[in-house]
């Protein structure tokens, strides 16, 4: 049977050919001037897609080394910070520093909405001494965005610097670090930049570098401070992961001709697309209130089984979706409107929801979804 795959998940997101067609050229040695420029190129255009002035700093990891390396590089043993539990990567900070002896004072928030702004202004104000917020821009596990921008006042005027896993939103949602003084931006390649998975990203500000310089808490591979002093030089300190870097100059080109700007806007219109779909269908969504352009968490009726439709869209109609995690598995899924995607992946993936969602049991006017996202898209 023909395979033709449509990949709507949160990460991995598609690639583009130019890029993969750039990762397929042969091999080269990194410490040349032929290397050194891919990686001139391609800070230069992180630094557009960042909204800053800081060097940004890519690694050989998953996103979730650069959160690491956001804990161990600015933090000593003891210091205390804030987190917030809204989901699984909100909780992922709480986890790291726990295992690097951190301090993390846990703000909870019901999954599905956000945090409060006022609420991490009365934390700071209780005590002076906390030295980090840990935030999501978006929480890709409940679909969820943060008002980082509200939240980055707040930390301005404080000695806690503002960490942001911008990991799933950057790239699709607005972020300025340098406009909106966020202290800390971290990011990873394989959501919104439209690569494979692989690299991750961390942009630092002269605060955030201040604090890194008391920082006591071990650190070896992920040692920002000599990675920074590499870049200088636009050289790595270990060996870089080479093709992916080549393959993300391609990439990055693609979103900074189409504009930062503009890219933001086509993720936000379909986001609303698939939002206003599937309330057509007579589904819910998880996170109504603030909800992200990243990702679209529908709740689905008692009768349907989230894990059952997940594998349907993948096994008989090669849309790949993704289902809930934790607590929400089987109880929604996500569809993903990130990175290198246009209105007809939004199309595509309301129709074969709507196919899936029929076969099921789930009863609705077929085209019905489909209808209002074209109305929305053709608007
Ligand atoms: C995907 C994701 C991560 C984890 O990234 P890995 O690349 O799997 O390490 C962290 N935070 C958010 C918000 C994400 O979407």
Not at 202 to 215: G, M, Q
Not at 248 to 271: P, W
């Amino acid at each position: 049977m023909l395979k033709k795959r449509y990949l709507l998940t949160p990460g991995p997101t598609p690639v583009p050919p130019e890029s993969l067609l750039a990762m397929a050229k042969p091999m080269i040695h990194h410490r040349t001037k032929q290397f050194r420029a891919y990686i001139a190129d391609a800070t230069k255009g992180l630094q557009k897609v960042f909204q800053t002035e800081n060097p940004v700093i890519t690694l050989a990891s998953s996103g979730t080394g650069a959160m690491e390396s956001a804990v161990c590089n600015l933090l000593s043993k003891g210091d205390k910070v804030l987190t917030v539990s809204g989901g699984k990567f909100g909780e992922r900070w709480t986890e790291i520093c726990k295992a690097y002896g951190v301090n993390a004072k846990v703000i909870d928030v019901e999954w599905g909405k956000a945090v409060e702004p006022d609420v991490i202004k009365s934390e700071l104000e209780a005590d002076p001494d906390i030295k980090a917020v840990f935030t999501t821009l978006c929480e890709t596990s409940t679909g969820v965005r943060t008002d980082i921008k509200a939240i980055a006042e707040l930390t301005k005027n404080h000695q806690a610097i503002l960490v942001t896993d911008a990991i799933s939103a950057l790239g699709a949602e607005e972020i300025k670090m340098d406009d909106w003084n966020i202290d800390v931006v971290v990011t990873g390649s394989q959501k919104g930049l439209m690569m494979p998975p692989g690299l991750a990203f961390i942009a630092l500000n002269d605060k955030a570098w201040k604090l890194a310089e008391t920082s006591d808490l071990p650190k070896y591979y992920f040692n920002l401070t000599k990675a920074n002093k590499s870049l200088t030089n636009s050289d790595t300190p270990w060996t870089p992961a080479v093709n992916l870097v080549i393959g993300l100059v391609e990439a990055l080109n693609i979103i900074n001709s189409e504009g930062i700007d503009n890219v933001i806007k086509r993720h936000e219109l379909l986001a609303q697309a698939t939002r206003e779909a599937v309330k057509a269908l007579g589904l819910g969504l998880l996170a109504p209130e603030n909800p992200s352009c990243v990702v679209t968490a529908v709740k689905l009726p008692e009768s349907i089984d989230g894990v059952e439709l997940v594998k349907k869209l993948r096994d008989k109609y090669d849309v790949w979706v993704a289902g809930g995690q934790a607590q929400l598995k089987g109880r929604i899924i996500r569809i993903a409107h990130l990175g290198y995607m246009n209105k007809f992946d939004i199309i595509v993936g309301i129709s074969a929801l709507e196919m899936a969602l029929k076969e099921l049991g789930f009863e609705f006017e077929l085209g019905v979804g489909v209808k209002k996202a074209e109305e929305i898209l053709a608007g």
